[in-house]
């Protein structure tokens, strides 16, 4: 039980809505589109952007922990490497199975729905690696939101409407922008928190390009985003009127950033915003659901 509860705490579940959010809206577009829908394959589609994500979390942990950025005194990522309950060794080799069995879960999709999908796994895999590895990755360029949208916001909501399909939809990418940027809003949020640790560690993030006050209102543009293409897309008939019930949770975003702009970002804001993402990718998955 030691050893799952270790694994669980590395692996940051809290997060998962990043991957299972746009999965799910990509499967279920494809089915509100008049598509043939497969449970199966959704469930594996869902089981493959999770093994994903979780290799990418570890990977994030273990470059940062290799490269300086987590340490004591610093930023901990998930605590497992700064604090010696596990080896960067076997982090790694978690992240690797992850990968693979990922991989695995996508070729199996590919079989089914044609090869067209093959090739989001490998890219998908690379970007979760290239991510944080190294000095010119993307996370010490400042350029990790725009990544982490392209790579989970775009590409996972694709890559779930061709697990249904087999085909390229620039309609299904849309669909998923909504969430995506609330998903890219969680990485900004963690940036902002560790503002200190990271400039200490020589990282270039984001929040660090503009003055504070205005770091902590781009905050609030991702939330208009989010909220403000919503009715955009029912109105011209990309998504059903019904996923306008994540709307509901525009109260909740509004407390948040509330809290966001008047005190210091805490672990507890970066929780919240993933609850929010949740909250608002599962409404807006079951509004694609009930309007098909």
């Not at 076997?90 to 992850?98: E, I, K, M, N």
């Not at 990968?99 to 590919?110: D, I, P, R, T």
């Not at 775009?154 to 995506?180: D, H, K």
């Amino acid at each position: 039980m030691n050893t799952v509860r270790l694994w669980i705490k590395a692996v940051r579940p809290y997060a998962y809505s990043a991957s299972l959010v746009p999965v799910a809206i990509g499967g279920l577009h494809a089915r509100a589109a008049g598509g043939v829908f497969s449970g199966l394959r959704f469930g594996v589609a869902l089981a493959a952007g999770l093994l994903v994500h979780t290799a990418a979390n570890l990977w994030n942990d273990y470059f940062d922990y290799r490269s300086g950025v987590d340490r004591p005194g610093g930023g901990e990522g998930s605590g497992v490497l700064v604090h010696g309950e596990m080896t960067p060794a076997r982090v790694f080799r978690g992240a690797a199975l992850c990968a693979f069995l990922g991989l695995l879960a996508g070729l199996w999709l590919a079989s089914q729905t044609g090869w067209r999908l093959a090739w989001l796994f490998p890219v998908g895999l690379a970007g979760a690696l290239f991510y944080c590895a190294g000095p010119r990755s993307p996370k010490h360029r400042a350029l990790g939101e725009v990544w982490l949208f392209l790579m989970m916001g775009a590409g996972m909501t694709l890559g779930g409407g061709m697990a249904q399909t087999g085909r390229f939809s620039w309609g299904t990418i849309a669909a998923g922008v909504p969430a995506g940027l609330l998903m890219t809003l969680l990485l900004y949020t963690n940036n902002l928190r560790d503002l200190e640790s990271d400039r200490a560690a020589g990282l270039r993030t984001l929040p660090m390009q503009m003055p504070p006050a205005r770091a902590r209102a781009l905050a609030g543009a991702f939330l208009a985003g989010a909220y403000g293409l919503t009715p955009l897309l029912a109105a011209v008939g990309q998504v059903p009127p019904a996923a306008l019930l994540s709307l509901l949770t525009l109260p909740w975003a509004v407390l948040w950033y509330r809290q966001v702009r008047k005190g210091p970002v805490e672990e507890r804001h970066v929780k919240g915003i993933a609850m929010l993402h949740l909250g608002f990718g599962l409404l807006f998955a079951a509004g694609l659901w009930m309007g098909a």
